[in-house]
């Protein structure tokens, strides 16, 4: 089946600096990949979405200086967290279609800002 | 825009029993509607889905019902095992490369 691989999968840094988390489909394109983020206990909230090529498109509240989003290519979508601080801590998970409906999670990124 | 409603928040079955879990959509272009497993620490995983031309789907112990009308869908796990414990979301899109709209999370704890 569709495998998307995200890494890192815990990531601990400074407060100030930025990290960068990575989305690969490894067997299929994906034109559109999906950011989310959920606290502890809750549930998946919607980031942005990703289409290869273009811009993204973020959902309403989220900062789109603070949460730069590049789909490159059809097989690679890249979250960078800038100026990260604690309240950025968070569990960050990618999703990936290559066809209609067919959606593939990844395994998710633990962000630690100390 | 789509909202989606589940319950129970949290679970707690013996081993053995069945499992539902139940959840309402509020817009009616929403067709496509999957369930996942979240185990701690790691990424949700597909465990069944259905469409809206379809009533019912089962595999294996798994089984997903879905209410056009009234606008609910359910999960039913039969023979719960402690390896089905998880939080188990659910999910409505309107197709094709649409966004997934989430439920809030049902925490299952299967006792031994």
């Known amino acids: 089946g569709a495998v998307v691989s995200q890494h890192p999968s815990r990531v601990i840094c400074k407060s100030g600096t930025s990290v960068k988390i990575e989305c690969r489909s490894l067997?299929?394109?994906?034109?559109?990949m999906f950011w989310y983020r959920q606290f502890p206990k809750q549930s998946l909230m919607l980031m942005a979405t990703?289409?290869?090529?273009?811009?993204?498109?973020?959902e309403q509240g989220v900062e789109k200086d603070k949460f730069l989003i590049n789909h490159a290519s059809l097989t690679l979508s890249t979250l960078t967290v800038t100026s990260a601080h604690p309240e950025d801590s968070s569990f960050y998970i990618c999703?990936?279609?290559?066809?209609?409906?067919?959606?593939?999670f990844g395994s998710g990124t633990r962000l630690t800002v100390v | 825009g789509e909202n989606v409603e589940q319950h129970p928040s949290t679970l707690s079955v013996q081993e053995g029993d069945s499992a539902v879990i139940k959840c309402t959509y509020s817009?009616?272009?929403?067709?496509?509607f999957p369930w996942y497993k979240q185990e701690l620490g790691k990424g949700p995983q597909l465990i069944i889905d259905?469409?809206?031309?379809?009533g019912e789907k089962k595999d294996q112990r798994i089984a997903v019902t879905l209410n056009k009308t009234a606008k609910h869908f359910s999960l039913h796990i039969t023979e719960t095992q402690p390896e089905d414990s998880a939080v188990y979301f659910c999910?409505?899109?309107?197709?094709?490369?649409?966004?997934?709209?989430f439920g809030t999370g049902t925490r299952l704890l299967v006792s031994p």
């Open positions: 999703s990936a279609i290559g066809q209609p409906d067919g959606y593939t």
């Open positions: 067997d299929f394109q994906a034109t559109t």
């Open positions: 990703s289409n290869e090529g273009s811009k993204a498109t973020y």
């Open positions: 817009d009616s272009a929403s067709n496509y």
């Open positions: 259905i469409r809206s031309n379809v």
């Open positions: 999910a409505a899109q309107k197709g094709g490369f649409q966004k997934l709209v």
